[in-house]
């Protein structure tokens, strides 16, 4: 036989279930304003971080080509666009990696392992293009990164890069000055190879332009790495690492030159002499 619950048990029930009821209604008020709070927080960590890591600069490498035969442009293409990601994927490690390491760290764990994935990447360019083309040469010194900005004085291993680019000014194929930190670091002074050509047949007139063109793009990149590097290496160090890297681009490109004209007029001989470069202080 049943009894009837008694009123002050009634009540007590009632009085249990509200206090859940408010306790549960709290729980979700406060883990949501929680969960606001820590997704403002994280957005502005993330753009703090990324304003205090630096992002990793690399030298073009499509300027630096030649004329590409169709049959590799598809593959030549494919890993230009790696290139472009792999700086991605490295200026992504140096936000997420921020305050980490030694004073190394960014040189061993980011920089190193960029440059060997560029290396590997530009040599299968290089060996695209040589199959059916004469196969460019001194690509690889194109494959070292430097850090700029903020994270290159922070981060230590930085190469320099705070400071600002040079930008050459020159007529086609000729000598250069720089800006900025270039004149510090002094300039790169190549021969003007534009007035020592014999008159350019029409047919070879794109190519040597373009070519022409190519020579200022090499001096300029010379430049930049000049200024980038300020005060690193030995004595030998910009003779090693920048002229004389340029004067094989160089090399090549003027080669390029005298074959195109040669084409269809008498080939240009000597122009190999106009190859190397000196600094100016």
């Given at each position: 036989?049943?009894r009837?619950?008694p009123k002050?048990?009634?009540r007590?029930v ?8 408010v306790?549960?209604s ?16 994280g957005?502005?960590n993330?753009?703090t ?10 030298p073009a ?12 442009k ?12 792999q ?7 140096l ?10 760290f960014v040189?061993n764990?980011?920089l190193?392992?960029?440059k060997d ?5 530009i ?8 199959r ?16 700029n900005g ?11 890069a ?5 930008t ?9 000055g ?7 670091a002094g ?8 007035s020592r ?16 063109a ?5 001096i ?10 300020v ?14 890297p340029?004067?094989?681009k ?13 084409r269809t007029?008498?080939k240009?001989?000597?122009?190999d ?9």
């Amino acid at each position: 036989m049943s009894r009837a619950l008694p009123k002050y048990n009634k009540r007590r029930v009632v009085m249990i279930g509200g206090a859940s009821a408010v306790v549960l209604s709290a729980a979700v008020i406060a883990g949501s304003a929680l969960a606001g709070e820590t997704h403002g927080n994280g957005a502005q960590n993330a753009t703090t971080k990324a304003a205090s890591a630096g992002t990793v600069n690399c030298p073009a490498v499509a300027p630096s080509l030649p004329a590409i035969p169709a049959t590799a442009k598809a593959e030549v293409d494919r890993n230009l666009t790696l290139l472009n990601t792999q700086i991605a994927e490295a200026d992504k490690r140096l936000v997420d990696t921020v305050g980490q390491g030694g004073p190394n760290f960014v040189q061993n764990a980011i920089l190193g392992p960029l440059k060997d994935k560029r290396v590997a990447t530009i040599n299968r360019i290089a060996t695209a293009i040589g199959r059916t083309a004469a196969k460019p040469q001194g690509l690889d010194s194109l494959a070292p990164c430097t850090l700029n900005g903020v994270g290159a004085a922070a981060g230590g291993a930085a190469t320099g890069a705070a400071a600002p680019s040079a930008t050459a000014t020159a007529p086609a194929g000729g000598a250069t000055g720089g800006t900025g930190a270039a004149t510090a670091a002094g300039t790169i002074t190549c021969p003007d190879v534009a007035s020592r050509l014999p008159a350019v047949p029409a047919s070879a007139k794109a190519e040597v332009d373009r070519n022409l063109a190519l020579l200022n793009t090499q001096i300029g990149e010379a430049n930049t790495r000049l200024a980038n590097t300020v005060g690193q290496g030995g004595p030998n160090f910009v003779q090693n690492a920048i002229l004389g890297p340029l004067k094989d681009k160089r090399t090549s490109t003027i080669d390029r030159i005298a074959i195109s004209i040669g084409r269809t007029a008498a080939k240009p001989t000597g122009l190999d002499t106009l190859a190397t470069c000196t600094l100016t202080q």
